[in-house]
């Protein structure tokens, strides 16, 4: 069996319970080493060949995992974060399903959920965000134009912006662009969730400067919204006056 495993967005005790097992009982493990804490690695039995995908082509990794599976192998596929999300996943799933291999994906903690945690913040405050816009700049790999940054920044919803880190400079000015205020709180959070997690709070207009002045290039989320700095409406969900299925609301005065 080849099973996708979330890895989490770093720390080594933030893999599912679920994936901690896989981990420890696989023959094989294929392991995003760019980005996955090599350190949950401690965790594999003594036997278990381990592979870093990072210096390997996708037809390399899908040999290892195809010719494992063949043999009758435990295979973890090891992503970072959940892998649904820029995971590159899909073209793995679908080489094996030509293959007619079963697998199965075990979800992950993703580091947009590791960010808030490092911020102490949440993401849909009532009257500030209901919605959350996760996406990146377009890189070496493109973004459809229909979800530019600029387009996306007219919600003004919640924003957390994966592999964008060395494009500040452009992704501030989108941001702006696309309705924004250049004062907008924002964030950095570098490494989410690792020993050396760093976050730095500023605002839109100043990202680029605040990551040259502290010397971040890459492995960093970017947060955006008035979320991180705002008054909000209270949750009607534990308002007194509030029924719910649970609890009856008191009567208005």
Request: proline residues 5%; glycine residues 8%.
């Amino acid at each position: 069996m080849i099973t996708f495993v979330g890895a989490g967005p770093g720390a080594e005790d933030l893999i599912t319970v679920r994936g901690l097992k896989l981990l420890q009982t696989a023959d094989i493990i294929v392991y995003a080493g760019s980005l996955v804490n090599p350190e949950l690695l401690n965790n594999k039995k003594e036997n278990c060949i381990v592979y870093n995908s990072a210096e390997m082509t996708l037809e390399e990794v899908m040999d290892v995992m195809v010719n494992g599976d063949h043999e009758g192998k435990e295979i973890v596929r090891l992503h970072t974060g959940d892998p649904c999300l820029y995971g590159a996943i899909k073209e793995q799933m679908d080489w094996l399903m030509r293959e007619q291999i079963k697998y199965e994906v075990c979800p992950g903690v993703s580091s947009f959920c590791g960010a808030a945690a490092a911020l102490n913040a949440e993401y849909t405050l009532p009257g500030i965000s209901q919605s959350v816009i996760i996406t990146r700049m377009a890189g070496r790999t493109p973004v459809p134009e229909r979800e530019s940054i600029r387009s996306f920044a007219s919600h003004q919803a919640t924003m957390t912006i994966f592999l964008s880190t060395g494009m500040l400079l452009e992704l501030q000015k989108e941001l702006i662009a696309g309705g924004y205020s250049p004062d907008t709180p924002a964030a950095i959070v570098y490494k989410a969730t690792w020993p050396e997690e760093k976050v730095y709070h500023c605002t839109i207009d100043s990202l680029a400067r605040t990551a040259k002045e502290n010397d971040i290039k890459k492995i960093a989320l970017i947060v955006v919204g008035r979320v991180l700095n705002s008054e909000y409406q209270r949750s009607e969900l534990y308002h007194p006056d509030f029924t719910t299925e649970f609890r009856k609301g008191r009567k208005e005065p």
